[in-house]
């Protein structure tokens, strides 16, 4: 009889490892969106948007042999914060090391075009979703010249709390 109950058992392990593996799906286009990140690398600073001032540095840097891009925020103020893009199972996603004191973690989404692409939140640490503030999404807008636009979505108590956008030129120093 006991031979016989062991499948069954074992069926809602079998069916949460198929789903988890069906979430963590690679994206056909998660290379390609990393390897676009990484073009980003240099130093670019804040033409507008959010509440850094005009001529605020933002930095990428790839770094870990190619296998991880580092971008600061606010390069040198008390509010700098880091992100680390890397691929995770070939999905790409980001961990964000917010002045806020939390990490939330995001998954970027299929592209809907080549000059966008955009994160969601997938989890995080020290991330209270009832009762805190986190960063929720973020989004790139690529442009043709040497223009790069970000919006960073946060959530605070449970809902979206509103969009940040900053609008970056690279630095040609």
Not at 65 to 85: C, I, K, W
Not at 144 to 155: F, M, S, V
Request: glycine share 8%; aromatic share 10%.
């Amino acid at each position: 009889m006991r031979s016989h109950s062991l499948p069954f058992a074992l069926l809602p392990l079998v069916l949460v490892a198929c789903n988890s593996a069906a979430v963590r799906a690679p994206s056909p286009d998660s290379a390609a969106q990393f390897e676009r990140l990484k073009s980003l690398a240099g130093d670019w600073v804040t033409i507008e948007g959010g509440e850094a001032p005009p001529g605020s540095i933002v930095r990428y840097e790839v770094t870990s042999a190619g296998s991880a891009l580092l971008e600061t925020l606010f390069v040198g103020t008390p509010n700098e914060m880091r992100t680390v893009y890397y691929l995770d199972r070939g999905q790409l996603v980001l961990v964000h090391y917010c002045a806020a004191g939390n990490q939330p973690r995001m998954r970027a989404l299929p592209s809907t075009s080549p000059d966008e692409l955009a994160f969601d939140f997938d989890g995080g640490s020290n991330v209270d979703l009832e009762h805190g503030l986190h960063m929720h999404a973020a989004k790139f807008h690529f442009s043709a010249g040497a223009q790069l636009e970000t919006e960073w979505t946060h959530w605070q108590d449970g809902k979206a709390g509103g969009t940040v956008r900053f609008l970056l030129a690279r630095s040609w120093k």
